[in-house]
Every structure is written in C-alpha cells, then in structure tokens.
C-alpha cells in the first residue's frame, strides 16, 4: 500500500553516465516534486509539477529532465552524470489547495540514493 | 533561497525528557509545516499551523507561531528513543521551503 514509491532504491553509476530514477504516486494527487537532499541534509526543490505540467523549476542543470506521463507519475532523467549529483532524491506528492490556501501537505517517497563514482 | 533555519542544529536527550525545536522563516507564509525523517527514510508530515493560528497540538506534539517574530518552535513532550530522528520545519506561502533540520537524538 506504498504511497508514493521510487525506482531504484539505490542508484550506483560511473561519471558521465545517463540515468532514470522513477516516482509513481497512489493518492490521486495533482502534484509531484522532485527534490535533492545533500550530504548535510538540506532539502532542495529541484521541479514541481501539476496535472502533468511544468509548475516550478528552480536552477537545475538542464542535465537534470523531469517527465510527466501522466498524473501520477514523475520521473527524473539525468544526463551525463557528475560527481556533485551524488545525493538523495526524493520525489513527494500533494493534492491541490482546498479550501484553505496552499502549501499542501507533501507526502515523500523513500528517497533514491544516487552515487556518482 | 532557503526559508527556513531550524535551530539547534543537533538535540541529544534522555527518553522522557522534553525536546525543543526552533524555526525562523524570511518571507510571508500561509503555513508552517514540521515534518520528521528518520534515517533513510523520507519525510513524513507531522503537523501544520496556518498563518492565523498561534498554537496547535497533537498528540506529544505542541506547536507554535509567532508570525511577528518569523518563528515557530516544536514541542515532543515525554521524548520515547523511537523520537530520534530529523525534524525539518517547511514553510511558504504557495510552495514549500524547508529548512536545515535538527537531529534529535533520544537515549534510553
């Protein structure tokens, strides 16, 4: 009953490389987010996206491509690989504001640990 | 640009003690939100006080807002070693920020 699920769990990779990680959300939401957590924690947002739309993007490397099939899937796409990538990805969910103005609660995935070698 | 600052950065206490967490934000918000994250895992959302509201409880969980001052502080009453962990404020006013964190470190 995963909420919001990734693939792969952890992600080993040799510099220079392409790679995928995936998210799939199970709550209906209309909104998804990819974000990057470092080394000291700090949570960044990386894309937010809204019924399969572009909402935020905050500066990415444009090695970094968020796709969007469909409402409940948002998947990130990493081009050419670098060392500073290394990090965990977490990508989170959310329904759209209500009848009391955003932000939304945001329920996270389990986290991609990405290693760039 | 980062939101949030939570402070201290690290909290080390014994299990029945009470833990206090500080947050301060920069900007207009609609609502503060806390959430935890246990190591390896992701965030989960613990509570949310709106912009209007002052304090709000749940269950060992007590928060408050002093939009004022640009903070928020939460509360673990009676701190349980399966409490330690990271706590994360996020606050915004469409999207979230979340800030630093503070590792809680609860010993039997």
């Known amino acids: 009953d995963t909420a919001v699920s990734q693939t792969p769990k952890y992600l080993v990779t040799q510099m220079g490389n392409d790679k995928s990680i995936k998210c799939e959300q199970n709550?209906?939401?209309?909104?998804m987010y990819w974000y990057k957590q470092d080394s000291k924690k700090f949570l960044k947002i990386m894309f937010s996206?809204?019924?399969?739309?572009?909402?935020i993007n905050e500066t990415v490397p444009n090695r970094f491509s968020p796709k969007s099939p469909d409402k409940a899937h948002l998947n990130l796409h990493i081009n050419s690989l670098e060392l500073g990538d290394s990090a965990v990805y977490f990508c989170?969910?959310?329904?759209?504001?209500?009848?009391?103005?955003?932000?939304?609660?945001?329920?996270f995935g389990p986290g991609t640990r990405l290693l760039v070698l | 640009s980062q939101q949030g600052e939570e402070d201290p950065q690290a909290l080390s206490i014994q299990e029945g003690e009470n833990a206090t967490m500080n947050c301060s934000y920069k900007?207009?918000?609609?609502?503060l939100q806390w959430y935890r994250q246990n190591s390896g895992r992701g965030l989960v959302h613990l509570i949310l006080?709106?912009?209007?509201?002052r304090e709000k409880h749940s269950g060992r969980l007590r928060v408050t807002l002093d939009t004022s001052k640009k903070s928020s502080s939460l509360l673990i009453t009676a701190s349980r070693a399966a409490d330690t962990a990271s706590y994360f404020c996020?606050?915004?006013?469409?999207?979230?920020?979340f800030g630093k964190g503070t590792m809680l470190l609860v010993s039997p």
């Open positions: 900007t207009s918000i609609n609502n």
């Open positions: 006080i709106r912009s209007n509201e």
């Open positions: 709550l209906g939401h209309d909104t």
């Open positions: 989170a969910s959310s329904r759209p504001p209500r009848r009391t103005p955003p932000p939304e609660t945001q329920y």
């Open positions: 996206y809204n019924n399969k739309e572009l909402i």
């Open positions: 996020a606050s915004g006013y469409s999207t979230l920020t």
